[in-house]
């Protein structure tokens, strides 16, 4: 099946650094979606993109869609402590989304 | 606002015990799904439904069944459980199938 490749799968970072992952793909997506998961909790939806080369923020949160619609990336700037948690990628496909296997962000106060 | 509901939060069975997760959401959504979460993979889709009346599985349906009688709820059967069934599992829905999902706080579930 289709598969996403997220990295890196896992980050280490002091307070007030900015963070940069991606997601990439062998297939096309008309969709890529940021989630956020913590502990104990069900993932939750960051951003959402749906244009080939859009660029979206929210907050510090900026992430943009591949022109070639095979990849996507999300920034974090100014890292805080409630930026620790799991993101994932995940692109829409035919009636369905395939995610990646997530990052995993430590922050070091 | 409840959103997507699921229940129970934890359960432990043993090998070959029957259970159904259950998944409720209260947004009018046509779209649900059930995935699960294993270490290091990500979420997998399981099943998925565009609408009452109407299922279809996802990459991991194996061990695992689902109907969809109405808009609200979406349960999860296992018949026969196994261990490699130790899971989190959780439930997402969306209005239609291309918009973004919204997800249920799980279900951890182990099977001795």
């Known amino acids: 099946g289709q598969q996403l490749n997220q990295s890196p799968q896992s980050m280490f970072i002091q307070e007030g650094e900015d963070v940069s992952m991606n997601c990439t793909s062998s297939s096309i997506f008309n969709t890529w979606l940021w989630y956020k998961q913590d502990p104990g909790e069900g993932p939750v939806l960051l951003i959402a993109l749906y244009k080939a080369g859009e660029l979206t923020s929210n907050g510090r949160l900026t992430a943009q869609f591949g022109i070639t619609r095979k990849d996507s990336f999300l920034n974090i700037s100014a890292s805080i402590p409630s930026d620790v948690g799991i993101y994932f990628c995940?692109?829409?496909?035919?009636?369905?989304?395939?995610f990646g296997q997530g990052t995993r962000l430590t922050i070091n106060p | 606002n409840a959103g997507v509901t699921q229940t129970p939060k934890f359960q432990v069975l043993k090998t070959g015990q029957s259970m159904t997760l259950q998944c409720a959401q209260d947004?009018?959504?046509?779209?649900m799904s059930w995935y699960r979460q294993d270490p290091g993979m990500g979420l997998r889709l399981i099943h998925y439904?565009?609408?009452?009346?109407?299922?279809d599985q996802g990459e991991v349906p194996n061990g695992y069944n689902v109907s969809r009688s109405t808009t609200e709820d979406f349960p999860l059967r296992l018949l026969s459980a196994a261990p490699s069934q130790t899971s989190v599992y959780f439930c997402?829905?969306?209005?239609?199938?291309?918009?973004?999902?919204?997800f249920g706080d799980g279900t951890r579930l182990s099977i001795l």
């Open positions: 439904s565009v609408g009452a009346g109407i299922t």
């Open positions: 995940a692109g829409q496909g035919a009636q369905k989304l395939v």
């Open positions: 997402a829905s969306s209005y239609t199938n291309n918009q973004p999902q919204h």
């Open positions: 947004m009018n959504h046509e779209y």
